[in-house]
């Protein structure tokens, strides 16, 4: 592991590495926070995915969240969005599939199966790989990401509640299998069977007897995607079913961006620090 940045920051440490990854077959980035209470021992671990388009870099240079992350004694770990390099298939200029747009699934079909491993990646390979390098607490892990990142978040917490305490999003894709946005990449990723898709769908997963404890969502009400892309009126409607608490905070006048991420990063980040205290 090759430690590619590193400074200070509100007492704690802001980092960046680069590693060869098993589960993408390339090499892979991803920035981690650690607050200054590392040096009394091991501190909770909170989960960050990022959108289309984004790298780790974006919620580094643009998501304010290290002050909440120090106060609160969180590390926060930022994984790339998906695998990159000159064999790892792409389509150049479209930038809601390949290099940016890994939708954190475990891609089955050809040429796109090698690579695009994402699920595995955020699931296995790299919080061992953070398990062994750093002074973090394992069983106490929360996740929350932006937009396709949200999305990934909701779905990875809804299949391993045992794994993460707490769940919160931002603009998230709601139901990512029916999104025109989304529905492309879920095609060439996973095959035209849409059965298989349900395992990347958060309303579908709900709908399927998945359960998270709480779930904490922000949303834009001038955010462009809102009524085609995002829609979390459907994920209000299968928490409503299932009887999962859904905390839609819907925000007049925010958008899509970090300005709006960076609005609330620190009420995000409070409110997984309540409930990794309790884990």
């Known amino acids: 592991m090759e430690l590619v940045s590193s400074s200070k920051a509100f007492g704690g440490s802001q980092r960046v590495y680069r590693h060869d990854s098993a589960a993408c077959a390339c090499p892979m980035t991803f920035a981690i926070f650690l607050p200054p209470q590392i040096e009394d021992g091991p501190v909770p671990l909170l989960w960050y995915l990022s959108g289309l388009t984004c790298t780790h870099q974006n919620v580094m240079d643009k998501g304010e969240y290290r002050a909440a992350a120090a106060a609160n004694g969180i ?136 359960r998270v404890k709480d779930l904490l969502v922000d949303q834009g009400t001038a955010d462009g995607f809102l009524d085609e892309g995002l829609r979390p009126q459907l994920l209000e409607v299968a928490c409503a079913a299932a009887g999962i608490p859904l905390e839609l905070q819907m925000r007049e006048g925010y958008d899509h961006s970090y300005n709006f991420i960076s609005t609330f990063m620190a009420q995000h980040i409070a409110w997984h620090a309540q409930r990794l205290a309790k884990a």
């Open 75 to 210: 590390a926060i770990i930022c994984p790339d969005t998906s695998p990159r390099g000159e064999h790892v298939p792409d389509e150049p200029g479209n930038w809601q599939f390949g290099s940016g747009a890994g939708f954190y699934l475990d891609a089955t079909q050809a040429p796109y199966d090698k690579n695009y491993r994402m699920e595995s990646y955020i699931r296995d390979e790299l919080p061992e790989l953070v398990e062994r390098h750093f002074p973090v607490d394992m069983t106490r892990q929360g996740i929350f990401g932006h937009s396709m990142g949200g999305h990934g978040a909701i779905t990875l917490a809804l299949k391993n509640p045992e794994r993460y305490a707490s769940v919160s999003a931002f603009a998230p894709i709601a139901q990512p299998s029916t999104a025109g946005w989304s529905r492309p990449a879920f095609e060439k990723f996973l095959g035209p069977d849409e059965g298989r898709w349900r395992a990347y769908d958060a309303t579908l997963l709900i709908a399927d007897g998945h």
